[in-house]
């Protein structure tokens, strides 16, 4: 292979047809930002549409739920409309409400239906640990004890998933399958679809977190026949902090009660005869609970546009490449280091970040930023890059890398405690 230099990254940037889009974020000209995979940056037009819901408030008070610009009451279902495209659905399959963790909560009281010897519930031993409590207060909830009805699928490396290993421990007692779509820690991606198959062959309900995969990369989830998913959207989706969450149900279990109602669960033109008896929405909407927390969810109508423009197509795209240049750069500059990779480096089996592991990764993250790089930091020794499609560039990548060479060549690392913050 050529030797990589900075001219070969800015020739890449000068040919990148999304190189414009950096503009719409607000990034600091001293600052490479690799942590958009837990919270990506502010577009302005996040803060647009932001500023609008509550300038709809300053104007019309409560006639904002129907007066204003951008409707509150219809929000939710807007959102759904414009993030449909993204994970494969039909507008009506798809509605943005809660977080992650509750939807999980709700999808779950929906669907999970133990009964005679179909009782189990399978997962992963990677999984983000929100999600695999969920799975166990749930059990609990059904009196069935976690240590017996929760199957954890293990990773032989440690790092990855074998599909196979996956597809082994399918049986007729697992009433449910619940899987991230990327790994948070390593970045692999599933095959999605092949699981959802194999699954479906043992009668099997079957569930994805795509918190590590939605901006990131297209999916489609209505033609894989995928049961249901969750996400975030403060990481990929610049959202913003605490930004509303997100939920997907295949079409052909529309219409029923959602596991845990609330007025939010409504029929439209229902809602306000309040009736002691809910008439649900026909569509994801009814498994909305409570109402909806406009001003988290209103970044996310400016945000999604740029996603819109851009094409989900050509994100994923540019993302393989940034993270190839990445790893091409590790291979090139730290191999007398003690890094490894530990990501898949095929292109359909990695995600949207490159995961290196290091005895000393802690102190490693604090001396990237001592000198201007956001990474992100998994105990014990993962350093998560995540150079983002829209607003990294490769010369970012570039300087990054050569960044983290310095911090190695010169020992910066060794200032700083190998412990990790409050918050890593
Ligand atoms: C980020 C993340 C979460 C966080 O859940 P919230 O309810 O949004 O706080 C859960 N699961 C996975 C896999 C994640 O990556």
């Given at each position: ?24 974020f ?47 009451f ?51 031993a ?35 998933l ?12 697992v009433?449910l399958?619940l ?23 043992h ?6 977190d ?11 989830l ?23 969450g997100?939920l ?177």
């Amino acid at each position: 292979m050529d030797t990589i230099t900075r001219d070969t990254a800015v020739k890449w940037d000068q040919n990148d047809p999304l190189r414009a889009f950096k503009d719409e974020f607000y990034t600091k000209p001293s600052q490479y930002y690799m942590d958009g995979n837990s919270l990506g940056l502010l577009s302005k037009r996040a803060e647009s549409t932001l500023l609008q819901s509550l300038a709809d408030w300053k104007e019309h008070g409560i006639e904002g739920w129907t007066e204003g610009k951008q409707p509150w009451f219809y929000m939710s279902e807007k959102l759904g409309e414009m993030t449909a495209p993204l994970v494969g659905a039909s507008p009506h399959e798809v509605i943005n409400t809660g977080s992650i963790t509750t939807n999980l909560h709700q999808l779950l009281s929906t669907f999970f239906k133990p009964e005679g010897n179909r009782t189990k519930i399978l997962a992963d031993a990677l999984n983000f640990p929100s999600d695999i409590y969920a799975l166990k207060s749930q059990l609990e909830l059904h009196n069935l004890s976690p240590e017996e009805h929760l199957i954890q699928v293990e990773s032989k490396d440690g790092t990855t998933l074998a599909e196979d290993d996956i597809i082994n421990a399918l049986h007729s007692e697992v009433a449910l399958l619940l899987l991230p779509s990327v790994l948070y820690r390593s970045g692999q991606l599933l095959d999605i679809e092949r699981i959802t198959k194999a699954a479906h062959e043992h009668g099997i309900i079957v569930g994805f977190d795509l918190a590590h995969s939605i901006g990131a990369l297209p999916h489609h989830l209505h033609d894989w026949g995928v049961d249901f998913a969750v996400w975030c959207t403060y990481k990929y989706l610049n959202s913003g902090p605490g930004g509303v969450g997100g939920l997907y149900v295949h079409e052909k279990h529309l219409g029923q009660s959602p596991g845990l109602a609330g007025w939010f669960s409504s029929k439209k033109e229902k809602q306000f005869d309040m009736d002691h008896t809910l008439t649900p929405a026909e569509t994801a909407s009814a498994f909305q609970i409570g109402t909806p927390h406009i001003l988290s969810s209103a970044p996310l109508l400016g945000s999604l546009e740029i996603f819109h423009e851009a094409g989900i197509e050509n994100v994923r795209k540019k993302s393989l490449e940034l993270t190839q240049l990445l790893m091409d750069l590790v291979h090139q500059e730290l191999k007398s280091f003690d890094f490894q990779l530990t990501n898949p480096l095929e292109d359909d089996r990695r995600g949207g970040h490159v995961s290196l592991t290091h005895p000393e990764a802690a102190s490693i993250c604090k001396a990237l930023k001592a000198d201007g790089v956001i990474p992100d930091f998994r105990a014990p020794n993962v350093i998560r890059l995540a150079p983002i499609a829209l607003y990294n560039s490769f010369t970012d990548v570039y300087d990054v890398m050569q960044i983290l060479k310095s911090i190695m060549v010169e020992e910066k690392y060794k200032q700083y405690k190998n412990e990790r913050g409050i918050i890593a």
